[in-house]
């Protein structure tokens, strides 16, 4: 699966953004997808992901109650809608896939196959 990330940007604390990730190949509907973001100088960390065939949707808890993570099978794209955004929530933001999921294994980003390229959001005033 080939993954293209976008939707980055700079964003003053408190405000919004919308990333989205278009997939290639078939069958998105059976494809775990998943937000991960790096920080400078820091590992990258698990964001929020949608498990394949509907499944459930899993969070960070840095993510809980400000991000929403949400996919349109028919487009092929996984979404992630975050609202209040803090200075601490800058980084690099990438999405990954994986065919091949379970739920204990959805926060590792060793469990993911296929990653995009990532789009940068930064956080400031």
């Known amino acids: 699966v080939q993954l293209q990330a976008s939707g980055g940007g700079l964003v003053q604390p408190g405000g919004s953004l919308r990333l989205s990730c278009a997939a290639s190949?078939?069958?998105?509907?059976?494809?775990?997808m998943g937000w991960f973001r790096q920080a400078p100088g820091k590992e990258r960390e698990f964001v929020a992901a949608?498990?394949?065939?509907?499944?459930?949707?899993f969070y960070a808890d840095s993510a809980k109650g400000r991000f929403t993570i949400s996919r349109d099978n028919a487009r092929n794209t996984v979404y992630l809608e975050m609202n209040t955004l803090k200075p601490e929530d800058t980084g690099i933001y990438y999405c990954?896939?994986?065919?091949?999921?379970?739920?204990?294994?959805?926060?590792?980003?060793?469990?993911?196959?296929?990653w995009g390229q990532g789009t940068q959001v930064t956080v400031s005033s």
């Open positions: 190949g078939r069958n998105f509907r059976g494809i775990t």
């Open positions: 990954a896939a994986s065919s091949r999921m379970i739920n204990s294994q959805i926060y590792y980003a060793q469990s993911y196959y296929d």
């Open positions: 949608s498990k394949q065939y509907g499944g459930a949707t």
